[in-house]
C-alpha cells in the first residue's frame, strides 16, 4: 500500500494512551511538538512525548523555535509559513533538519532560503482553518510543486474519508492533525 511507504509527519500538543496506540499502529512516524510558547507545562509534555519518541525510535520536531529546538535536542524543527527569520549558519553546524510550511510558490522560495529539506504545501483539502476557495485540491497541488525542487509534503485536512486521495499527488510524504485521532 502506498501509504505505508510515505513518512508521516504528525502535530501533537500532548500525549495520551488512545495517540500513543494509533501512532504505534503506523509505521515512517515523525512527530511535531505544537506549543506556542514554552512555559513548565509545555515543557513537561515535550519531555513526556521525548521519552516516548526515543522509546520509540521516532524524530521529533518543534515548531517555530529554534533555540529551544536546540536547547531541548530536538531532531528538527517545523517552520511555519508565518516564520520569516532566516538564519544560516545554526542550522547547518548542528545538521538539524529543517521542514518548512507554504501555501504558494513565493513561501517556496522563502523556505528555500531557510535551508528547508521538506517543504509543506497545504491546505491540500477542506479543513476548518481554510475556506473552500482556499483548499488545493490534487489537481492544483500537483501544478504548483510539480517544478519544486526539494521533498513536498502534502498538509492539511487529510482524514480517513479522503486519505486514499493522497495516492494521486506526487509526495514521499504527508501530515496531519486530526487523521491521528480517528485511527
Given amino acids: 500500500m502506498l501509504l505505508n511507504k510515505l513518512i508521516?509527519?504528525?502535530f501533537?500538543?500532548?500525549l495520551n494512551e488512545k495517540i500513543k496506540q494509533n501512532?504505534?499502529?503506523i509505521n515512517n512516524v515523525r512527530i511535531i511538538f505544537n506549543c506556542s510558547n514554552f512555559n513548565?507545562?509545555?515543557i513537561d509534555e515535550y519531555l513526556?512525548?521525548?521519552?516516548?519518541c526515543k522509546k520509540n525510535n521516532i524524530s521529533l520536531y518543534i515548531i517555530d523555535n529554534y533555540k529551544i529546538a536546540f536547547k531541548m535536542n530536538a531532531d528538527g524543527i517545523f517552520l511555519s509559513s508565518a516564520n520569516?527569520?532566516?538564519v544560516f549558519g545554526e542550522f547547518l553546524k548542528k545538521k538539524i533538519n529543517i521542514i518548512g510550511s507554504a501555501h504558494n510558490q513565493i513561501e517556496y522560495y522563502f523556505k528555500k532560503l531557510q535551508y528547508c529539506k521538506t517543504i509543506t504545501l497545504s491546505p491540500l483539502f477542506l479543513n476548518s482553518k481554510y475556506s473552500k476557495n482556499q483548499i488545493l485540491?490534487?489537481?492544483r497541488f500537483n501544478l504548483i510543486s510539480r517544478n519544486w525542487k526539494t521533498e513536498i509534503c502534502a498538509l492539511g485536512g487529510i482524514t480517513k474519508k479522503?486519505?486514499?486521495n493522497i495516492g494521486i499527488i506526487k509526495v514521499k510524504n504527508i501530515a496531519f492533525l486530526r487523521l491521528i485521532e480517528e485511527l
Fill in 40 to 42: 513548565k507545562t509545555s
Fill in 12 to 14: 501533537i500538543n500532548r
Fill in 137 to 139: 485540491g490534487p489537481t
Fill in 84 to 86: 520569516r527569520r532566516i
Fill in 162 to 164: 479522503n486519505i486514499n
Fill in 8 to 10: 508521516k509527519y504528525i
Fill in 23 to 25: 501512532i504505534k499502529k
Fill in 48 to 52: 513526556k512525548i521525548k521519552k516516548f
